[in-house]
């Protein structure tokens, strides 16, 4: 296995958390004062920035009325819903720091999961679940039990590679549902990324690689866009961390058509004419 590439340690370093939100009103209150508390326990300089993405429920309001009493939580407004990668290239013009977190600001994600990719390893034999040695860490969602039918199918899969190619997979960490895992599969071919949940909005990463990698969806594509140009820059992309079962959204919920208009458009455009240079000097490859 060839060595990985020295990177500067960073896992100690200041943070940017950036909470993409829509319509939480509800649960605002408590999200905020549960990333403070965490944040604060770090014992290191952070920012908490918070979009909003044209809320329609009073969000936007609540959460500047939230950040006056806390010295170290930023709000910016979207006037009309453009979404979540438009959201988080918001969050880029304003984050300072080196470590960058993103997330959505939605009950389910909660701050102890940042502690999972922030946490050392003891183990030293696999320096890529750390952030000192990657570029970027990514959660995985899935904690549903995997129907038995795909159980069965992995199975006669894994044999199969055993016996042809000397090469035994590893069964799937959980259950995304079949266009989530379709999703994965097509991103594999197109763009070489091996994750098992590609869009999943949790992750750590160096701020530092966005001045490679503009980004150009406004839609969740982002998610996948980020993985595709990374990988196909040669960063170091570290193995995808589990979340605890059953705190994430539910992943039945069907995307409306708007949603899945927007996540064609975007996709569309990353593959037809993929940026990859800092913001303001666009360069296409």
């Given at each position: ?96 720091h080196p470590l960058l977190c993103y ?174 240079t800092a913001y303001g000097l666009?360069?296409?490859?």
């Amino acid at each position: 296995m060839p060595e990985l590439p020295e990177l500067t340690p960073i896992a100690s370093q200041p943070l940017s958390v950036v909470l993409l939100t829509r319509n939480q009103a509800g649960h605002l209150e408590a999200l905020l004062a549960a990333w403070v508390t965490y944040l604060n326990g770090l014992d290191r300089e952070y920012e908490l920035i918070v979009v909003d993405d044209g809320s329609t429920d009073g969000t936007s309001e609540l959460a500047e009325k939230l950040a006056a009493g806390y010295r170290r939580v930023l709000v910016r407004r979207h006037e009309r819903a453009q979404g979540e990668g438009a959201a988080l290239r918001t969050a880029l013009t304003l984050a300072q720091h080196p470590l960058l977190c993103y997330t959505l600001g939605d009950p389910h994600y909660v701050p102890a999961d940042l502690g999972k990719l922030l946490r050392k390893r003891t183990d030293s034999s696999k320096p890529d679940l750390e952030i000192d040695h990657v570029h970027l860490l990514s959660a995985s969602r899935g904690g549903q039990s995997v129907p038995w039918a795909w159980q069965a199918l992995g199975v006669w899969w894994r044999l199969l590679n055993r016996v042809l190619f000397a090469y035994f997979p590893q069964p799937l960490p959980g259950w995304l549902g079949w266009k989530r895992h379709a999703l994965s599969f097509l991103v594999r071919v197109l763009f070489g990324v091996r994750y098992h949940d590609v869009a999943c909005p949790f992750r750590l990463l160096r701020r530092e690689i966005f001045a490679r990698i503009p980004l150009q969806s406004d839609g969740a594509f982002v998610h996948v866009e980020i993985l595709a140009k990374a990988n196909y820059l040669g960063m170091m992309m570290g193995e995808q961390v589990p979340l605890e079962p059953g705190r994430y959204p539910p992943l039945t919920t069907e995307m409306s058509r708007e949603e899945r208009r927007q996540l064609h458009t975007d996709a569309c455009r990353v593959l037809r004419h993929p940026t990859f240079t800092a913001y303001g000097l666009a360069e296409e490859r």
